[in-house]
């Protein structure tokens, strides 16, 4: 079983990735991809570079490129991959008869609420609420080798909503996991 695993910034993805790890999967990030190239390099890994360097990847290899190194990484039965940005990567992960796509999601305010308690906030604008809106819709809608979230969301198999507590989030994964095929 592969889960994919998509949502808006500070939506939860990386922690339902963690629950499901407590739960036997593997997790590998496509962004863990691009973070290698740039350490490799000896470029800093904030949100911008990792953008452009995605977009690069994309464009000299295919749509799918970072999608087909992530899932060469899972030796595993049981895996979740985050970080799945644009179309062409799940086109390429839905062949995979095991693959299902999940949408976390949760409220605007709450997601950004989340991103300025994180320590770690040089991925996006926390000057304001505004700011961060503004950088977010520049990921929504790219074509090609550009993120394009809302087009990833709207392939999602399943829609979980995480505006609670990590107990409910658990509670609504343990559902949806039930309500997946066993192999």
Request: proline share 2%; hydrophobic share 35%; glycine share 6%.
């Amino acid at each position: 079983m592969i889960i994919g695993i998509t949502g808006l910034f500070g939506s939860g993805k990386d922690t339902v990735a963690h629950i499901l790890a407590k739960k036997g999967f593997e997790h590998h990030s496509l962004s863990d991809e691009i973070r290698l190239e740039l350490t490799n390099e000896n470029i800093e890994a904030s949100r911008e570079n990792l953008q452009k360097r995605a977009i690069e990847i994309r464009e000299k290899y295919s749509n799918n490129e970072l999608a087909k190194r992530s899932l060469g990484r899972c030796k595993g039965k049981k895996c979740a991959l985050t970080s799945i940005r644009t179309i062409g990567e799940v086109k390429f992960l839905k062949k995979n008869p095991n693959f299902v796509l999940w949408e976390i999601w949760a409220e605007p305010q709450a997601r950004y609420k989340r991103l300025l308690e994180r320590k770690d906030t040089k991925e996006v604008n926390t000057n304001s609420f505004k700011k961060f809106a503004q950088q977010e819709s520049k990921e929504l809608h790219g074509s090609g080798a550009q993120q394009n979230l809302m087009g990833v969301i709207k392939m999602a198999d399943i829609k979980i909503k995480n505006n609670q507590s990590i107990k409910t989030l658990e509670g609504r994964i343990n559902e949806a996991l039930k309500n997946l095929p066993q192999d």
